[in-house]
């Protein structure tokens, strides 16, 4: 261990792990369709048909959405933000007078009370026009102030805090400079104080946190006699004494984010203002983004639908060797991904969102795929983009429009999207997050088998009971409704797909159950494996999702007003389907034939420093200053840039 690592709390792994377990959601109380499909279980009845909205709910979001888009259409300067790289103050103020700011919050409490679905819709709008609009009112609705109130907070606090999210930005306050995906280092503390906490710490990449009037911040309360400690839940009002945002942080893309690094000195919080118990912060945060990650489908739906306005328009006019470059191969190759792609993301969207509002099924593996599966896709499909516009793909829309052209700004596109496989969770450890859930029916059954500190009497009733569940459990994974060609007739076209699924979950359950038995504990760090094996389950949902969508699309009985006519959806969902499937047969060969082994030794001998000697003959254009900032507690020595909105 470094000298660095022991300054900062170095916890080691065993410990970051405890942690993250307690944290998770243990029970499954709703039946869970993501579950069932890693258990080769087919539940195609969990989604169809596909769910739709009740009539008031679908007039109440129908009238917001029209009103949204006339104002977005009217009163937003897009190109106005991407150059000042900030959002005005009155694009902000007509969106809170508008409603946008209490989407989600119930109408007793200021709110509008739009459904998840609609609530999802809008993102799309407001997406459409500048993604850092959408990140502005996710970070405020989807895991800000509101969201956590709402699910945990007391009558009290309802009452007191909701009416004001109608009205004011709000943030959430996790990551520290030197702590991400591993809250068991969390630095930052709440020291009980008479009838209150004193909060004191550095929280890093506070979305909204420059212009926020609320903030939901987590800390750590020591243990002491009557209180029982832990990663806690704070509300904090940002206009309270020893709050400090010393930097508002630039990125590549989202150039009108208010995002910044937020210091607490001695900041009093009352005790009413805990949210929860004390010890339960990290799990109202887990279960906050269940539903919380949804806002990223969103905006990546958003991206997908205007790429493929862009493809279909730009290829028709430009002409080359006598033809519209649509025409060619090549190309018609892209622009077919870029719509067939775009169609699954919007699918998965409404269908997570609808699942979401009926409160039947858990969605916390839908909802983690699929923000997982349209961040990833998303980028692909802009990259197809700015491969298909050439040289003006890579030209900003200020310099295209200043010769003359049309200002599309696809390079931007990619740069915006580019944030969402980090945001909410990595791609990475969305893959190990999913994976966990994945497999908690065989650790649920046969966990103290692996546990290294499960007694020898604790292994053997274990191994009893895995012996039982798998001899119950395996026989099902040999043949099902996938080998019956009548299966899911009523998918007309779509059916073989549907047949595909089953089979492939099936395959995919059948591959988990023999790499659990080969690996056994040792799988949890076959990392490689669990990103393919959840890849293919990512798939295989977002075929489900647009299949059940085409379905209900072509007979009108969509989730909403749809332009799809006829066989138009069937015919994109069907595209869509082929190109998955050629993606899932590669993931799964790559289960097993990879370099993984040998990548990580190579990894190991570049990071020991053996080959020092490739980075030779460059030199390094990085501004001087250590790799992650000081973050101890105490008085700021910056000025303070955080503002308000009139």
């Known amino acids: 261990m470094s000298q660095t690592q022991r300054a900062r709390g170095h916890v080691d792994e065993r410990t970051a792990r405890k942690v993250a377990e307690e944290a998770r959601e243990a029970e499954w109380r709703l039946p869970s369709f993501g579950k069932q499909l890693f258990l080769g279980d087919f539940r195609l009845d969990l989604v169809h048909p596909h769910p739709r909205p009740a009539a008031e709910a679908r007039r109440k979001g129908e009238e917001f959405l029209a009103a949204l888009t006339e104002f977005c259409a009217t009163k937003i300067d897009p190109a106005a933000i991407e150059r000042d790289s900030r959002i005005p103050d009155d694009v902000i103020a007509g969106l809170r007078d508008l409603g946008a700011l209490g989407m989600k919050i119930p109408e007793k ?14 993102l799309v709008i407001v997406g459409s026009v500048n993604p850092a609009l959408a990140a502005l009112l996710s970070a405020h609705q989807s895991i800000g102030v509101p969201q956590p109130v709402k699910m945990f907070g007391t009558r009290e606090q309802k009452d007191e805090w909701l009416p004001r999210c109608a009205r004011q930005v709000s943030a959430f306050l996790l990551t520290e400079p030197d702590v991400g995906s591993d809250p068991a280092r969390l630095r930052a503390t709440a020291v009980p104080d008479g009838d209150g ?7 890093l990449w506070t979305t909204n946190g420059v212009v926020a009037d609320l903030v939901v911040v987590m800390a750590r309360v020591p243990k002491s006699d009557g209180h029982r400690g832990g990663i806690s839940a704070f509300i904090v009002d940002m206009a309270t004494p020893g709050i400090t945002v010393e930097n508002r942080n630039a990125f590549m893309g989202l150039r009108g984010i208010e995002n910044g690094v937020t210091r607490f000195h001695n900041v009093r ?11 339960a912060g990290l799990k109202i945060a887990l279960t906050t983004l269940n539903t919380g990650r949804l806002s990223l489908p969103a905006i990546c739906a958003a991206s997908g639908k205007w790429a493929t ?10 002409v080359q060797w006598g033809r519209p470059v649509g025409e060619h191969e090549a190309v018609s190759r892209k622009i077919a991904f870029i719509a067939a792609t775009a169609y699954a993301m919007e699918a998965m969207l409404d269908l997570s969102g609808q699942l979401a509002d009926d409160e039947r099924n858990d969605i916390r593996i839908e909802a983690a795929l699929a923000k997982l599966w349209t961040s990833e896709m998303a980028c692909r499909a802009a990259d197809e983009l700015i491969q298909l516009r050439g040289g003006r793909g890579y030209e900003t829309a200020e310099s295209l429009a200043a010769r003359g052209e049309r200002g599309v700004p696809a390079e931007q596109l990619y740069r915006d999207l580019r944030i969402n496989r980090i945001f909410e969770g990595s791609t990475e450890i969305m893959h190990l997050l999913i994976a966990r859930e994945a497999v908690d029916a065989h650790l649920s059954v046969a966990g103290d088998i692996i546990d290294p500190d499960a007694s020898t009497g604790e292994k053997a009733r274990a191994a009893a009971k895995a012996g039982g569940f798998y001899a119950r459990w ?3 994974l040999v043949t099902g409704a996938g080998h019956r060609p009548s299966s899911y007739g009523e998918f007309g076209p779509l059916a073989r797909h549907l047949r595909y699924v089953e089979r492939a979950s099936r395959k995919l359950a059948r591959s988990i ?37 085409a379905h209900a699309d072509a007979s009108g009985e969509g989730p909403l007003a749809s332009g799809a006519t006829g066989m138009s959806a069937v015919r994109l969902a069907d595209a869509f389907c082929r190109q998955s499937r050629v993606r899932v047969e590669e993931l799964f060969d790559g289960l097993w034939r990879n370099t993984d082994a040998l990548d990580v030794k190579l990894a190991h001998s570049v990071l020991a420093g053996d080959f020092t000697w490739l980075e030779e003959g460059v030199l390094d254009p990085s ?13 700021t020595e910056k000025d303070n840039v955080h503002r308000t909105i009139p």
């Open 197 to 203: 906490y004193v909060l004191d710490g550095v929280k």
């Open 109 to 122: 409490h200021g709110g509008l009370g739009l459904s998840q679905l609609y609530y999802g819709r809008a």
């Open 623 to 635: 501004i001087p200053g250590p790799w992650i900032a000081p973050s101890d507690p105490g008085p």
């Open 474 to 476: 395996l026989p099902t």
């Open 309 to 318: 306005r862009i493809a279909r328009e730009w290829s028709r006019e430009r």
């Open 513 to 549: 159950f023999y790499a659990a038995g080969r690996w056994q504990g040792g799988l949890e760090r076959r990392q490689g494996f669990l990103g393919r094996m959840v890849d293919i389950g990512a798939e295989l949902f977002a075929m489900s999702a647009v299949c059940v969508r």
């Open 269 to 279: 919080v009352p005790k009413a203002n805990l949210i929860g118990a004390e010890g």
